[in-house]
């Protein structure tokens, strides 16, 4: 039994309906809105490569920045209690997604690449260290069945 349990929602609406709704595969759109209480709406469809809008997010991306965002958040929160004054953060985090002759597809790997500018000397050595501790925590990392792994970079500025 878990100690503590949170609850989310989201609603999912496809704008797709071309007029003649999923008569044939190339006959409707991807196109749908994600949203949630309070929040703004994203405009989301299917990568390009399943007929999807490329100026909309898809589910992989999406996914993806769930695993990086949710990294940097346990990242900065251990970086405060631990004296690391973290001035800067930006991940080009990269996935790959395969899919086999079924045409059912997974991701089997994420690469996370943060580069973190530290204030200088506040302890690159405990910056660079506290990425692991980050990753244990990490919800979303700890929800996949696929290596989630970190090329971090500390900068001192």
């Not at 949630?36 to 589910?59: E, T």
């Not at 990490?138 to 996949?144: D, G, K, L, P, R």
Request: with cysteine; hydrophobic share 35%; charged share 25%.
């Amino acid at each position: 039994m878990s100690e503590k349990r949170h609850e989310y929602k989201v609603t999912v609406t496809w704008q797709g309906n071309t007029g003649t709704g999923t008569s044939g595969y190339r006959d409707y759109g991807r196109d749908h809105v994600i949203s949630a209480h309070g929040k703004p709406d994203i405009l989301a469809s299917s990568d390009v490569a399943f007929r999807g809008d490329p100026a909309r997010w898809n589910p992989e991306d999406l996914f993806l920045a769930s695993l990086s965002a949710c990294h940097k958040l346990w990242y900065l929160h251990f970086c405060a209690v631990s004296g690391v004054i973290v001035t800067h953060y930006e991940d080009h985090a990269e996935g790959v997604m395969e899919i086999d002759a079924e045409g059912t597809g997974r991701f089997t790997d994420v690469l996370l690449k943060p580069r973190v500018t530290i204030k200088a000397g506040t302890y690159p050595d405990i910056a660079a260290e506290l990425h692991a501790e980050a990753h244990e925590k990490c919800f979303i990392a700890n929800s996949v069945n696929f290596p989630v792994r970190c090329q971090a970079e500390i900068i001192e500025g």
